[in-house]
C-alpha cells in the first residue's frame, strides 16, 4: 500500500508537466494536399477520414520524433489551416509553398521538397507561357500561392476549387482551358480522377515551388533550428530517401464521382 501511495504523489507530482509539453509544443496543421499530405479514403468520400498520410506528412512525423514532439498532426481545410497558422501562436503548417505573397506571414522552418509550379492546357491550348492563357479559364487551388500569382498578374478568369481533384475533372470536362499547381499535385490529381495525363500539355514552369513546414510567424529561432536539425538528421540516415522512394511507388486509385460527397467545402472532424 505504502508503494502504490508513492507511485500515485509521483504520478501526480508529473502530471502538470506532461500537460505543460503537451501545450508547448507545436500544434501541426495539415489538409488535402495530395501527394505531400492527405487521407486515403479522404473526407469527400465519407463522415470518417482514413489514414493519413503522404511524403510529407510522413516526413514531419520522423522528424516530430526527434524534436521529441507527440506526432500529433490535425487535418482540415486548407484556408482554415492558413487562417490559424496566420492568427495564432505556436502552430506549424505543412506542406506549404513558400511565395513572395507568403514570405512575410510566416517562420520558416524546413524546406520539405521543391517541386515545379507549371501551367497546363488541354487539347489545342497553348500554355509555352502563363500569359498565354491570361483570357481563358484557368484552375487553381483556393488560397493557394497559385492563385495569389494569377491575381497579381490580373488574371480575370480564374476558378478556384478546395482540392485539386476538382480541377482535374474540370480539366477533363472541358470546363476550364488550363491549371496552374504543383506539378506532382497536377500528376495525382489526374489519376486521382482517372484522366489521361497524355492530354494534357505541359506548359512553362512558372517558378520554383518550394513545399516547407512553416508555422506562425512570432517562432523563436530555437524552434525553428530544431525542425531543421530533425530534417538534416532524417535526410543523413536514409530516411528520407526511403520515404520518398515509397510515394515514387504508390499506386494511385481513381475515386469514382458518385463516392464523392456533395458539397464544395468539406465537413471535417478531428
Known amino acids: 500500500m505504502r508503494m502504490l501511495i508513492v507511485f500515485l504523489a509521483a504520478l501526480l507530482a ?14 501541426l496543421l495539415a489538409a488535402e494536399l ?14 470518417t477520414p482514413g489514414v493519413k498520410q503522404g511524403f510529407v506528412y510522413e516526413l514531419v ?3 516530430a520524433k526527434r524534436v ?34 507568403r514570405e512575410d506571414k ?3 522552418l524546413a524546406k520539405l521538397y521543391t517541386d515545379d509550379l507549371v501551367v497546363v492546357g488541354g487539347a489545342g491550348i497553348d500554355v ?17 500561392g497559385a492563385e495569389a500569382l494569377l491575381e497579381e498578374r490580373g488574371f480575370k478568369r480564374i476558378r478556384p476549387h478546395h482540392e485539386e481533384w476538382m480541377n482535374a475533372r474540370q480539366m477533363q470536362q472541358r470546363r476550364i482551358d488550363a491549371w496552374l499547381a504543383p506539378r506532382l499535385m497536377i500528376i495525382y490529381g489526374m489519376r486521382e480522377v482517372g484522366g489521361n495525363l497524355e492530354a494534357l500539355n505541359f506548359g512553362e514552369i512558372v517558378r520554383e515551388s518550394g513545399i516547407y513546414l ?21 535526410k543523413a540516415d536514409g530516411t528520407y530517401q526511403r520515404i520518398a522512394d515509397q510515394y515514387n511507388r504508390l499506386k494511385i486509385e481513381p475515386i469514382p464521382d458518385d463516392l464523392r460527397r456533395r458539397f464544395s467545402q468539406p465537413v471535417w472532424t478531428n
Not at 215 to 232: F, H, I, N, R, T
Request: no cysteine; glycine share 6%.
Open 34 to 47: 495530395p501527394p505531400y499530405t492527405f487521407q486515403i479514403p479522404p473526407v469527400s468520400v465519407g463522415d
Open 214 to 234: 512553416a508555422g506562425s510567424k512570432d517562432l523563436p529561432d530555437a524552434e525553428v533550428q530544431k525542425w531543421q536539425k530533425a530534417l538534416d538528421e532524417v
Open 61 to 63: 512525423s520522423e522528424m
Open 14 to 27: 508529473w502530471a502538470p508537466h506532461l500537460g505543460a509539453r503537451e501545450r508547448d509544443e507545436l500544434r
Open 68 to 101: 521529441g514532439h507527440s506526432g500529433v498532426i490535425e487535418f482540415m481545410p486548407w484556408d482554415a489551416a492558413q487562417r490559424i497558422a496566420q492568427t495564432q501562436p505556436n502552430i506549424g503548417i505543412l506542406a506549404l509553398t513558400r511565395s513572395p505573397e
Open 106 to 108: 510566416y517562420s520558416w
Open 128 to 144: 509555352a507561357s502563363l500569359d498565354k492563357v491570361k483570357d481563358r479559364p484557368i484552375g487553381v487551388l483556393s488560397n493557394s
